[in-house]
């Protein structure tokens, strides 16, 4: 089965975290022959929300990760701007070592999944990044079945 490429938006400064993700995309782009089921990546990479902004308003992306340690994502701001930007784009955290408890909140108000940036590897990143788009995915097609759902049942409607 063949599948368009993905586009990821990576929000990360830090440079080790940054090989270790081009590694992983790597090793996936290897390993598509025996693993089908691994999509291949478009990535663009940007250091601070701002330029994820300017992006967002110009770009579709299909998810996005999220270094929790750069500059500007403290009391998860990053995070808050770029869901008000793009309220239905899968984030998905990369959190420093120290700092799980902060993604573990960030998904209690929306990221999709998180990742410890020094344990990235290449199948659970490809798992964790498909997973967060499929279950975005329902979770948009669930909300659309809710509100026509809402339409079709509300007192003024006419048949």
Known sequence: MKYDALHLL????????????EEAFTEMEDLRFIHPWI????????????????????NHY????????IPGSRESSAFDLIRERSPDL????????????RAIQLIRRGAQDYALANEIDCLPLARTI?????RSRWRLAF??????????????RVV
């Open 10 to 21: 990576i929000v990360e400064d830090n440079r080790e975290t940054t090989l270790l993700l």
């Open 39 to 58: 999509r291949t990546f478009r990535r663009e990479y940007v250091v601070d929300p701002g330029s994820a902004l300017r992006l967002l308003r110009d």
């Open 62 to 69: 299909d998810a996005a990760l999220l270094g929790l340690a």
């Open 90 to 101: 899968p984030v998905i955290v990369l959190a420093p070592p120290d700092d799980e408890l």
């Open 130 to 134: 498909g997973n967060a788009i499929e």
């Open 143 to 156: 909300l659309r079945l809710c509100e026509n759902s809402r339409i079709e049942n509300s007192p003024g």
